[in-house]
């Protein structure tokens, strides 16, 4: 194409039709031109398509680390309520009797009480996007903000945990000898993180056990001080968390069909 272009420019100024050249010379250029706009936007074209795979990538894992964040909300619930349903009833026992199933429960409550919750949520992606400067493939900005707000509020919750975590802590070192090491051991085996407790299981009255728990100093207030923080932690911490999640995992499944769908 370009030698026969050059042979249509020799001929022309052969024959000295210098006005024929110009207006050829001049369409040439303009054919130049038109070919480089068209290989810039070709070019451009491949850039976008590239970034717009970005940012499905990580609509994608988002939605992933929320739908993980999820169960993690859940968790934390059942945790929460279980603490909630264990101080109250080792608080009940400072002042009324105790019916024989709450006795038997009575063990796995004072067990549980200095559990401490070993789970986070994630922020792998979110991180990742701010570490590696590429939060801006995002093109939903709304996304964006509420991810910022999300991860903002959930630092304050989570310091909230870590200071409850401190009265379980407590809680631990103040009961550590109310029961001797082989009924712990036999009501730990029925003790996990949000599964409490086992009707088959035989166990002594709690008489003895629950005297040694009310002469230990400040344990009352402490027991009421961890009851108060589950509560909050139950009702307006994780289940508002849970709902900001479950939000969250619409938005991004409604970006990923629509990037799916350009």
């Known amino acids: 194409m370009i030698s026969f272009l050059r042979k249509i420019r020799k001929r022309l100024l052969a024959e000295n039709r210098f006005t024929r050249y110009l207006l050829y010379a001049v369409g040439e250029v303009i054919l130049v031109v038109i070919g480089i706009l068209i290989a810039l936007q070709i070019n451009n074209w491949n850039e976008n398509r590239k970034t717009r795979i970005r940012e499905a990538y990580y609509i994608d894992q988002l939605l992933r680390d929320f739908q993980f964040n999820h169960s993690i909300a859940e968790w934390y619930i059942a945790y929460n309520g279980i603490q909630l349903k264990n101080t109250g009833l080792l608080l009940k026992a400072y002042k009324v009797p105790l019916t024989k199933n709450e006795e038997k429960q009575w063990y796995f409550a004072l067990s549980h009480t200095w559990f401490l919750p070993h789970r986070n949520y994630s922020r792998n992606t979110w991180n990742e996007l701010q570490n590696t400067g590429s939060i801006g493939i995002i093109s939903n900005k709304a996304i ?119």
């Open 144 to 262: 964006v903000q509420n991810l910022a707000a999300f991860y903002s509020d959930l630092k304050n919750r989570e310091d909230l945990e870590e200071e409850w975590g401190t009265f379980n802590f407590q809680f631990r070192k103040k009961v550590n000898g109310v029961l001797e090491h082989e009924m712990r051991t036999k009501v730990l085996q029925y003790t996990g993180d949000t599964v409490v407790g086992n009707n088959n299981l035989e166990l002594p009255a709690i008489d003895p056990y629950l005297e040694k728990m009310k002469k230990i100093e400040g344990l009352e207030g402490l027991i009421s001080d961890i009851h108060i923080n589950r509560d909050f932690g139950y009702e307006m911490v994780h289940k508002d968390l849970r709902d900001q999640i479950d939000d969250l995992i619409v938005q991004l499944s409604n970006e990923r069909k629509r990037l799916a769908n350009d």
